[in-house]
């Protein structure tokens, strides 16, 4: 068993990178975001622990992160290569990764950190745009869609996510500054943490992942 790791703070199209990890690799994308908005919906325990610091747009504590992550690389779904990106978060997650590796012989292969300045990262995500029926991510400049404001999937309207406004993004990103340092130096002493230039086109980035991977034969 064994994960990569996509550190990236918002507009670093790191969610872009995981899809594409699963389109091109045996990685598949475990998310604790939308494992926790199941548990929610579907009203299990974990979901019932969560519910409320999701609606409050708090961290859920560790314990119950580390339980559905656990969970979920115990499924025996055949697959044993991880990615994730929205998860560890905090120090204490990295460190119950850890734990829960070495119990299962698994290793973390990459900690990729995708790197942009906010020059770039600040158009990208004014400029973004979200279909209210079918979710399908739009960018008024990069991917326009056909018809302004409305969806070419679905036909559904197109929105801006409230917390996607430019003294929004700031604060978004002076928070993931902060939540990321000791993660990113727990990483690199452990030798896994690789930079990656992410402002360039998605497939750029994914070309400088992909090599890093090819070369360690993963
Ligand atoms: P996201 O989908 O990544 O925007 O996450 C939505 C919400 O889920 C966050 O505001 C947290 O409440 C919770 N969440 C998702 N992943 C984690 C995590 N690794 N650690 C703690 N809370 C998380």
Redesign the pocket.
């Known amino acids: 068993m064994h994960a990569i790791i996509l550190l990236g703070g918002p507009g670093s199209g790191k969610g872009t990178a995981a899809d594409m990890l699963r389109k091109e690799t045996e990685y598949i994308h475990v998310?604790?975001?939308?494992m926790?908005?199941a548990a929610i919906k579907e009203g299990t325990p974990v979901g019932r622990e969560?519910e409320k610091?999701?609606t409050?747009?708090?961290?859920?504590?560790?314990d119950?992160?580390i339980r559905i992550v656990e969970d979920r690389l115990d499924e025996g779904t055949g697959h044993d290569a991880f990615t994730f990106a929205?998860?560890?978060?905090?120090l204490g997650?990295a460190e119950l990764l850890d734990r829960s590796f070495e119990g299962r012989n698994g290793s973390i292969r990459h900690v990729f950190c995708l790197k942009a300045p906010p020059e770039i990262l600040i158009p990208r995500l004014t400029g973004r745009r979200i279909c209210r029926s079918c979710g399908t991510n739009y960018h008024v400049v990069n991917i326009p869609p056909q018809v302004e404001g409305v969806c070419d999937n679905c036909g559904g309207e197109l929105y801006q996510r409230s917390d996607d406004e430019e003294s929004t993004i700031r604060h978004r990103l002076e928070v993931y500054e902060d939540q990321t340092r000791d993660l990113i130096s727990y990483y690199d002493k452990r030798g896994v943490l690789a930079p990656v230039e992410a402002g360039k086109a998605p497939q750029d980035t994914m070309g400088e992942i992909l090599e890093v991977l090819q070369k360690d034969g993963a």
Do not use: K
């Open positions: 998310s604790t975001g939308d926790l908005r969560a610091f999701l409050e747009g708090e961290l859920v504590p560790d119950v992160i929205d998860f560890p978060r905090t997650q």
